[in-house]
């Protein structure tokens, strides 16, 4: 059978000698799937074609939105004569109006709900409402597409995009359309369906290890950073893990049907040294996939990482010694991931500094900061990977922190965690990094009892990460609109300052106006206020609008929609009555 899958001429006679038939009919057969391995083989390489010239499309896309993106923003930023005066005034509730800015208890908010108060992870817009007011005829669609389902009843399954799951569905009927064109699903052609199903899986090896890279050339030409990849990943992998149950079974099937008749013992098949490792690439894969799984990740994270990196090198191994026509598909795989781990990773973007720690008033959250000092930038090699966080970092970004003091396990381990500090000046040559970390289990419980008996502690981070596909949403926008619940803050806060702050530098003609930016920053306790430190403040006299509603601990969950929603009116009222007095 090893051999059977080699396309030599050959392979109809060691069909027949194994079979021990010589008859007309069955050398038919025989010759079908011969030319049925054949074709497999010839059909797969069109996959690679077809996924290069899906990059090339998604490439086109990004690049022709990023030379246009100066376009639309000249058109956004140029304000009309009422929108260059007194920014619009919002009322609330028992309030007549509110100031730029909306700090803790200043002025009455919306009604406040009670619902889900103890419950953090309650969400803080409603998904029954939708408002919205449309511009464009494609608004609608496009507000579709980013519409997020809520998740799947009983089995609390988080849903995607509604644009993401499309994606993703395309994606897989491409698999099943590569696994089942002209293949003829009978009896007598089961080894070459379960042949096809080992070849696609082979072929998606690189792809899969070119998602999970966190240094990929992706980013470069897409705009997708790897976390907007992982959903991609993780349905690759279920779909690689199911072909691999397809191609085991479909061998089991072979082995009864035809070597089965001729006294070949399935105990002499499980054991020959092709179907042993197939088996052991096999367990491999499952067992990355299982590990993998949310439930698993959130009770046993230190072990899913040490579990993940090390089942996939041995997964490798195994599958480039079960079969030769696998190798080159491993090399490139094994060659993906050793570059993203041990030259990005492990040497250009690993950086180490001692990073002070701060447990802050409510017992639970350490904000570890450090201070970079900030170089030139490496041109070329920033383009094709990224550098370090001393070649600066973009809003939005995150780090891996590890922290080996803690103890020897800790060593290997490294755990994602976004800048909460704003993206440094192009010109400046320090900076300060700030990292907010809420204790739960594991890395951070243990973080959180070494920083209450330690002020500092030496850090390696690995990184920056990320996306800026946020950031350029919002400058493309008429209004920006920001919520942020908890230490989420450190992401909305270099979102949001890289807009409004960059304004003051523009010409006035040329201004994004600073009161279209709305930031709601949600809080449980009036303590985590100074997790933001001093740039909420800064960000008022930029002329951002911040609303922070009273902690829920006390008063529940606010009523965001309604928030966002008068904000959004008050808008539009000001610019339609601007609109029509020019």
Known sequence: ?????????????????????????????????????????????????????????????????????????????????????????????????????????????????????????????????????????????????????????????????????????????????????????????????????????????????????????????????????????????????????????????????????????LAKFLLSKIVLLGIGAFVAYELIYFTSLGSFRQRWYELFLALHVSLQVLALVLVWFHHHNSRPYVGVALAIFLIDRLLYRMSFKIHSARASLTVCEDGQTVIVCTEPILTKKWQYLDYIGGAGVTKRWKPTDHVFLTVPELSRKHVIQAHPFTIASVAPDPYASSAELKLIIRAQDGFSKDLLTYAKGHDAVMVKLDGPYGSQNALHLLQQSDLAVVVAGGSGIAVALPLIWAIGSSSKFRDVEQLRVTSSILLVWIIRHASHAAWAGSHIDALRKCGVEVIMPPPTAKNGHPDVPNIVTSWISAHDDNMFSGKAKT
């Open 1 to 265: 059978m090893a051999i059977s899958l080699k396309t030599t001429p050959s392979t109809a006679q060691i069909f027949a000698d194994t079979a021990g038939a010589a008859s007309s009919s069955l050398d038919a057969g025989l010759r079908n799937i011969v030319a049925g391995i054949l074709f497999s083989r010839r059909f797969i390489i069109s996959y690679q074609a077809v996924l290069l010239g899906l990059l090339l499309l998604f490439t086109i896309r990004y690049w022709t939105s990023r030379l246009c993106a100066p376009i639309r923003r000249r058109l956004v930023n140029t304000p009309s004569p009422t929108q260059r005066g007194e920014p619009p005034n919002l009322e609330y509730e028992s309030a007549s109006s509110s100031s730029s800015s909306t700090i803790i208890g200043e002025s009455p908010l919306p009604k406040v709900s009670k619902v889900d108060e103890n419950n953090e992870r309650a969400p803080l817009l409603k998904r029954e409402n939708h408002p919205a007011t449309f511009g464009k005829l494609d608004y609608p669609i496009r507000g579709l597409l980013l519409y997020q389902p809520p998740p799947i009843p009983i089995i609390n399954k988080t849903l995607p995009s509604n644009s993401t799951t499309l994606a993703i569905l395309m994606f897989i009927g491409l698999q099943a359309f590569y696994l089942f064109y002209r293949m003829p699903l009978s009896i007598p052609m089961l080894f070459v369906f379960a042949d096809r199903a080992s070849l696609l899986f082979v072929a998606n090896l690189p792809l899969l290890y070119l998602f999970a890279a966190k240094n990929q050339p992706l980013k470069l030409l897409t705009g997708y950073s790897y976390e907007s990849l992982n959903i991609v990943h993780r349905r690759l992998g279920e779909v690689m893990c199911l072909l691999a149950l397809v191609h085991s079974a479909g061998m089991i099937g072979v082995w009864y049907t035809i070597l089965r008749p001729t006294g070949f013992s």
